[in-house]
């Protein structure tokens, strides 16, 4: 080799200069155009520098880094640089010194990582190969070296050249490869080709192999080919074995095997010319290869999906990018070509169906398909299937299409001319594709619209015969749906125009078969195939990342992306966002609104999947403190309202979900119904309305949807209508509303059970409340055809399906206004006139025919005896009416017109709003406007024939064949308690019908009972409330305490609204009411004391409910209070014993019950506002009777007394009518005491209107008769007993009473010598006279006998006698316990022995409540008590002068009562005869009754004759508390005096009490 020198100072000076040097000329070398001299000097340069390494001139490491750089000038270099090595190998070779051979191994094995291997096996030595390490050994490699050139050159092939000739076998690939376009068959060529083999000895075999490979090549030749292999070999398993050898050799790493090979086997097979398992055996992969190779698809889909959801580290992602490289890596090394893919592929080319499915059932499902060739085939099959039904059935109007042609190879799958052909393979075909019809959308869109037109067909015909042909089609269509329209759809990329398109097909199927397919897409698809699972996890990792970034502000942006991904796969996504919704309500407003750009099908699977949400047996309904229903629910529910308001989906499943829950017991769900009403219908269910809003609801519906509501909720007209549809056309209206209203009484029993009370209560009143709406809904959007067509008859709505009284009738009231009003137009148009009188008659005509069948249908719903009182008239009118019928809210009507003309002034002052748009609005709100104002004249008019038609009929509203007190008793039952609570609206409606019957003049109504049974005793009412029953029962109270405030305010309102009306007569004649006797009416003096006495019960009531602890007492009589608060309290010692226990309930509740306590701070903040409007007793009525004459002395009773009328008509008439009443207590099966507490009748004695014929002296003994008591009262409680001055007490308390036996002694003799008539009336006197002993000892003042003279004496001048409103009041809730009334009863004589009162007329005295309240709450006011120790005090001094004059008078008083004796006697008896024969009749008839007005005096008798011992417990009792010494002393000895009373008293002998009290005085 010549060599070029390189310079010394190149190598001295190498890394300094030389190596930089070398590089350059190397790069100039290199540059060289004459490439025979630049290669050799570029090999001189390079031998030059690695012979420098050699001698060791050179570091190794420094030359080594300049030969890489070097290799990178030119692809040749390496070659370049092997021949240097080859070279310097054999230099070295030759040389002695070994280190210059070791320099130049080190060399070579240096440079190895940059020249190949390969070049220096060709080109160095073998010993130096083994020495670098290429090679194992030496000789192994030398031999190995000379046997591939023996065989490449020198060993010769087996060619049988003794009997073949290669011209046969060129002239045969001729003759095979000619033009067969001529008249050349199969048949000339297979001559030819015979002739051939003869001549030149050519193998049969071979021959078949050149054939097979010519046919090859020439694939399009099917015809030719096939017949002349047909004609040519007819052994099926030699062509097989052919066929085997030729798939063989391409099953080699990196082989492909051709298309032709699969056309000329798919061919062969297809014409039977060999059999599919002889060729199958010699196609690769095994099965068992392609099933795990399946299962390890799955596995990494699976795998992918996890990774998805899982939180990943950063350091773990990287770790996880470098494992899938190496994957992907590891990936491009191709495994040898499936040949059974290849094979099917081809089979479905030529449309064999029958080979290509036997093939596709040896894969696992969708295996085959999942390849994107055998999918396309397939679909192209199917194309061509489809063509001509589509052609006929599914292709759009005026569209052309694609016109495809049918295969005409013989045995390809027929074209379906027909749905039922279909069924033959096109089917199957589809499902053998499943989910990867997603390749072709042409194809997807063309079987959706096969579907549409089935079912249309499906719906039209009617036939039987083909019923269940059509049946069958309708499961196979269902079935396609399920196993390839939603997969494929869901590998589609957000294609809308699909999914509006499978809508068209799922919008015909009922909701029922919808569901179960969407149910099966989100639960069961996602898990059969790889690519689903692998789908599923993209779409929920990118679910999560748009829900992390949706707001309210980027809601359209997000929408989009929301709707994009919901285009594919809905319902992972909605699950998902739904989850989201579930934990944070604040995203359903943004979310909803996000929704816009779904398409029809994902509204529908996004009402499934709220439905599936809620439907979810894993998620718990009620928080964990089990008192609330849980917020996921509630937020579920808002969505459904705000979403099926907003978007057109179908609202069929969600009711029916609804209506299922209901039958099931469960009424949780009702939460979703009452969102929904609210907001598509705009009617909003809420007891916090405030009294504007409650004025308008009483309007007509402009006025309700103006004013009525919180939020005002516009263009609801269209949404209402759908809701409306789907009740009706799914019949679900009536059946839900009969649901919720047997549902509503059954939550305690059924759904109660271990429940809180707390969510009792509120799942009740959501049942309730949702039923108001809902029934509110149907009534306002419903035609009266469609109504009347739904709701039955009252009867059968509670005989029948058991519907409670009030609910029947809420449904039933909407039908017959309807009926009323069209039957009122009826006969309008029939006679037409047009004055006002024509028009009210015609009304109350068409009232009379719509509501007789009513009346008579009422009957059946309560027992025969409720008539005896009530008319059915009167019962249905009440519940049929409406506060629409009753007034009209004019300021309601003024205020929402006043409101549209602040609107168009404003709009017209706004500068910034269009011309047009101003235009717009101004037309809105006048348009509003005018509508308002027409509807208020139309119910103005609508309410003046209610009101004609109520006083035509008030006459026969109320029979009162029983008591006055009857009569209330079932109104208040049957009527005003189970309407009052049933709405807001109600509750006032019932307040303000008490006021029209009392304003209308109603006969045998007495107003003033009703409302003393309302008032009285409400204590167990509030406590059998929910919380919104409270609300509404608060209400109702506040209406009804506004009336009676407008009256108590103003002397002259009173007397305009109550004087001679008979709801304020205190007396009844036995011929009638005449009404022009004042004596016969309550004063307003006297009603003024009433209204004390009903202020004074509420206190009572409110505190004992206050002081029970007990949850739903204290909530319910807050809420009440909260209500009423407007006019109650008004006076202020009781709105301080009010403020002072609310206030304790708060100190007590603070950390208890934050409810309570936010409950009793509120209404205690605005007790506080109300106190500057309270006033003291004295200002509410006059604590002192202001006429002292009109009233006798014997209304002054002891507090637990209930009485004392003046004449034995009264007696026997008030004694045998509260016998009735307390028999009726005991058969409602409470014991009842009937005292002053309880108590609600207005009694008023016969005296009132004689008062005046009372003598003076009358007057002045009876004064001086309550001084002397008083002070002798006061005397015992100051003097303790040891005292001489007791002592002397009690002498002569026996004296007294010896000489009581004595005259009684006496009256029994003469009562053996007198008749017994006369007996009994004597036996009555001497119980009189004994009573007054009695009330002597105690201090208490008696009647004067003149001035009992003088009474009988103006009673027997009387024309006819008086009954006295009599009968304590009974509420059809239960009273207080009997142990509780005696506390209250003897707290009362305790409270009025302390100071005498003002008398009344009213029989209940109303003296007693303002007293016994004073007393009653003396633990609050100190003040109270140290006056009375000062009075005491006073009164001490005075005690020894007054003793002795008492004594002297009560010696008078007792032989004045016996000279009078004779005299009674026989007034008594005179009169008893008379009213025996006046009552006779009455008596006789009412005797039978159950509860009867009056009995015979003889009755009266023997009822005392009964209770001769209760008497004197009842004095024992009224003396004991006398001897106590001052307020704090009192009211401990008071505690223990109840205890004691607790114990020993029962309800029986309570009653005793009360009878023998009131027989006292007879």
């Known amino acids: 080799m010549a060599t070029l020198i390189l310079p010394c100072e190149w190598i001295k000076n190498w890394e300094k200069s030389g190596k930089l040097e ?298 996880d990018k470098d494992k899938e490289k190496e994957k992907e890596e590891e990936k491009n090394d191709k495994p040898p070509d499936n040949q059974k893919l290849g094979l099917l592929e081809a089979l479905l080319r030529i449309g064999d169906w029958h080979h290509a499915q036997r093939i596709m059932d040896q894969m696992p499902s969708f295996y085959a398909s999942s390849h994107k060739a055998i999918a396309l085939a397939l679909c192209q099959l199917v194309h061509r ?26 045995g390809a799958p027929r074209p379906a001319e027909s749905f039922e052909d279909l069924r033959r393979d096109t089917f199957s075909m589809i499902c053998y594709l499943g989910p990867h019809l997603s390749h072709d959308a042409i194809l997807f869109a063309k079987i959706v619209r096969l579907g549409k037109g089935f079912m249309k067909e499906y719906q039209s015909d009617s036939r039987s015969d083909v019923k269940e042909k059509m049946e069958t089609l309708l499961s196979c269509f269902l079935s396609i749906a399920d196993q390839v329209l939603l997969p494929s759809l869901s590998l589609m990329e957000c294609n809308a125009c699909m999914s509006e398109e499978l809508w068209g097909l799922f919008k015909l199927f009922p909701y029922q078969h919808r569901y179960r397919l969407y149910g099966q897409w989100k639960n069961e698809t996602y898990t059969s195939h790889p690519l689903l699972v692998k789908v599923k996890a993209q779409t929920v990792e990118r679910a999560k990342y748009i829900m992390k970034r949706l707001t309210k502000e980027n809601v359209k942006q997000s929408g989009r992306q929301i709707g994009k991904l919901s285009h594919s796969n809905p319902t992972i996504l909605f699950d998902y966002m739904l989850s989201q919704i579930q934990w944070y309500d604040n995203l359903i407003v943004p979310v909803v609104d996000s929704l816009k750009y779904l398409t029809s099908l994902n509204y529908d699977v996004l009402a499934y999947c709220i439905i599936e949400a809620l439907a979810n047996p894993e998620k718990e309904k009620m928080k964990h403190d089990d008192t609330t229903i849980s917020s996921w629910l509630q937020s579920l529910a808002s969505l459904c309202g705000a979403v099926f308001r907003k978007y057109p989906i179908e609202l069929a499943g969600l009711l029916q979900y609804v209506t299922n829950q209901l039958k099931a017991g469960k009424s949780f769900d009702l939460l979703i119904l009452k969102e929904v009403v609210q907001k598509m219908a705009g009617i909003e269910i809420t007891d916090e309305m405030t009294s504007e809003q409650l004025e308008a609801m009483t309007g007509g519906e402009q006025l309700k949807a103006e004013g009525g509501y919180f939020g005002q909720i516009r263009n609801t007209k269209k949404s209402s209508q759908r809701l409306k549809d789907v009740l009706l056309d799914h019949e679900l209206a009536l059946p839900l509303c009969l649901l919720m209203a047997q549902q509503r009484n059954g939550v305690v029993f059924l759904e109660g059970g271990e429940k809180h009370l707390k969510l009792v209560g509120h799942l009740y009143d959501q049942c309730h409340d949702t039923l108001v709406q809902f029934g509110g809904f149907l009534a306002s959007n419903l035609s009266t055809e469609d109504y009347i067509k739904r709701v039955p008859s009252i009867d059968i709505l509670c005989n029948q399906f058991h519907t409670p009284h009030d609910a029947a009738f809420f449904l039933s009231r909407p039908m017959y206004a309807h009926q009323i009003l069209s039957r009122y137009d009826e006969l309008k148009k029939a006679e037409k006139g047009n004055r006002q009188q024509q028009k ?47 007034a009209v809210p004019h300021s309601a009507y003024e205020r929402e017109v006043n409101k549209l003309k602040v609107q168009i002034r404003a709009i017209e002052e706004n500068p910034e709003i269009p011309m047009n748009k101003k235009k717009k609005e101004k037309e809105r709100c006048t348009a509003l406007q005018e509508k308002l104002q027409e509807e208020e004249k139309k119910q103005l008019e609508h309410v003046q024939r209610v009101l004609h038609r109520l006083k035509l009929e008030k006459d026969n509203w109320l029979l009162a064949k029983s008591t006055k007190n009857e009569t209330i008793t079932k109104f208040l039952q049957l009527c005003l308690f189970p309407r009052c609570i049933f709405s807001s609206i109600d509750a006032v409606y019932c307040a303000r019908f008490v006021e029209l019957v009392h304003q209308q003049k109603t006969p045998n109504f007495c107003t003033l009972l009703c409302y003393d049974r309302v008032f009285s005793a409400i204590i167990y009412t509030v406590a059998s409330c929910t919380e919104n029953e409270s609300h509404r029962y608060g209400r109702f109270l506040c209406c009804m305490l506004e009336t009676v405030t407008r009256w108590h305010s103003d002397r002259a309102t009173y007397e305009k609204e109550c004087v001679n009306y008979p709801g304020f007569l205190t007396i009844f004649r036995a011929t009638g009411f005449d009404g022009g006797n004042k004596a016969d009416q309550l004063d307003y003096e006297n009603f003024r004391h009433v209204v004390h006495k009903w202020h004074y019960m509420l206190t009572k009531a409110s505190v004992h409910c206050l002081e029970t602890g007990d949850y739903t007492h204290i909530r319910n009589i807050l809420i009440v209070l909260t209500k009423i608060l407007p ?436």
């Open 385 to 410: 299937t489809v063509e001509p039904l589509y052609r006929r059935v599914g292709l759009p109007k005026g569209a052309r299409g694609c016109v495809i042609h049918p295969l005409r190879i013989k």
């Open 840 to 886: 009210a008659h015609k009304y109350v005509a068409a009232c009379e025919q719509v509501m007789t069948p009513v009346h008579e249908a009422v009957v059946s719903l309560h027992p025969a005896r409720v008539w005896d009182d009530l008319r059915p008239q009167f019962y249905a009118t009440f519940w049929s009416l409406t506060m629409y019928d009753l």
């Open 1127 to 1562: 006019c109650y309290p008004k006076v202020l010692n009781l709105g301080q014993a009010l403020e002072c226990r609310v206030h304790k309930i708060c100190l007590e509740e603070k950390d208890k019950r934050p409810d309570l306590y936010a409950l009793a701070m509120g209404y205690s903040g605005r007790l506080k506002g109300q106190k500057v409007h309270m006033v003291p007793e004295n200002e509410f009525h006059h604590k002192e009777q202001p006429a002292r004459s009109s009233t006798p002395a014997n209304q002054q009773n002891g507090p637990g007394s209930t009485g004392k009328p003046a004449t034995s008509t009264s007696k026997t008439e008030e004694g045998t009518s509260e016998d009735g009443d307390r028999g009726k207590d005991k058969s409602q099966g409470t014991t009842k005491p009937v005292n002053k507490a309880n108590s609600a009748a207005v009694k008023v004695t016969t005296s009132n209107g004689n008062g005046a014929l009372n003598s003076t002296k009358a007057v002045k003994e009876r004064d001086d008769k309550e001084k002397s008591g008083k002070e002798k009262k006061e005397k015992k409680e100051k003097t303790p007993g040891s005292t001489p001055e007791t002592k002397a007490e009690n002498r002569r308390e026996k004296q007294r009473d010896e000489r009581a036996g004595k005259e009684e002694r006496v009256a029994r003799e003469g009562k053996e010598k007198t008749p017994k008539a006369d007996r009994e009336k004597l036996k009555a006197e001497e119980k009189a006279s004994k009573d007054d002993k009695a009330k002597a000892g105690n201090g208490e003042p008696m009647e004067p006998p003149r001035e009992r003279d003088a009474i009988k004496e103006s009673k027997s001048k009387e024309k006819g006698d008086r009954i006295a409103v009599a009968g304590s009041l009974k509420s059809p809730v239960p009273r207080l316990e009997s142990a509780e009334s005696e506390r209250d009863h003897k707290r009362r004589k305790l409270d009025s022995h302390a100071s005498p009162s003002h008398s009344s007329s009213v029989k209940d005295n109303s003296n007693e409540p303002k007293e016994s309240t004073s007393k009653h709450h003396a633990n609050y006011n100190s003040v109270t008590r140290s006056k009375s120790r000062e009075r005491e005090m006073e009164k001490k001094d005075s005690d020894n002068t007054q003793g002795r004059s008492k004594e002297k008078k009560e010696e008078k008083d007792r032989k004045e009562r016996k000279r009078d004796h004779a005299l009674n006697e026989l007034e008594t008896s005179l009169e008893s005869k008379r009213r025996k024969d006046e009552n006779g009749m009455n008596s006789s008839k009412n005797s039978k009754s159950a509860s009867p007005s009056c009995d015979s005096p003889l009755s009266v008798e023997k009822e005392k004759i009964k209770r001769p011992k209760s008497s004197s417990k009842e004095k024992a009792e009224s003396v004991k508390p006398e001897r106590t010494s001052s307020g704090g002393k009192k009211e401990s000895r008071h505690d223990k005096s109840e205890k004691k009373e607790k114990r020993d008293s029962s309800g029986g002998k309570e009653e005793k009490k009360h009878h023998k009290s009131s027989d006292k005085h007879r």
């Open 22 to 319: 070398f590089v350059h000329l190397c790069k100039e070398l290199t540059e060289k155009t004459d490439h025979g001299s630049e290669i050799r000097d570029i090999q001189t340069a390079l031998y030059e520098l690695c012979w420098q390494v050699v001698q060791g001139n050179l570091k190794l490491d420094l030359v080594v880094s300049v030969l890489g750089d070097m290799m990178e000038l030119r692809d040749y270099m390496p070659s370049i640089l092997a021949d240097v090595f080859s070279t310097l190998d054999l230099e070295t070779a030759a040389l002695e010194e070994k280190i210059k051979r070791d320099h130049y191994t080190q060399l070579v094995g240096a440079c190895l990582f940059f020249v190949p291997d390969a070049i220096l096996k060709e080109r160095l030595d073998p010993e130096t190969l083994e020495s670098l390490g290429l090679i194992k050994q030496a000789h192994q490699f030398n031999q190995k070296i000379v046997k591939i050139k023996t065989k490449l050159f020198y060993k010769q092939q087996k060619f049988n050249l003794l009997r073949e000739e290669n011209e046969g076998y060129a002239k045969l690939i001729t003759e095979l490869g000619q033009d067969l376009s001529g008249n050349i068959t199969s048949h000339l060529v297979l001559e030819s080709i015979k002739s051939l083999i003869g001549c030149f000895n050519l193998d049969p075999n071979r021959v078949l192999d050149i054939i097979l490979e010519v046919y090859e090549s020439r694939s399009d030749q099917d015809e030719f080919f096939l017949s002349l292999i047909k004609s040519y070999m007819c052994e099926p398993l030699t062509l097989c074995h052919i066929l085997g050898f030729k798939f063989k050799f391409y099953q080699e790493p990196n082989e492909e095997t051709p298309k032709s090979l699969y056309h000329i086997a798919a061919a062969l097979l297809h014409h039977h010319l060999i059999e599919l398992e002889d060729l199958y055996v010699h196609l690769m992969p095994v099965d068992a290869t392609i099933i795990e190779e399946h299962k390890k698809d799955i596995s990494e889909a699976k795998q992918i999906a996890r990774k998805l959801v899982m939180v990943v580290l950063p350091s773990e992602k990287s770790e």
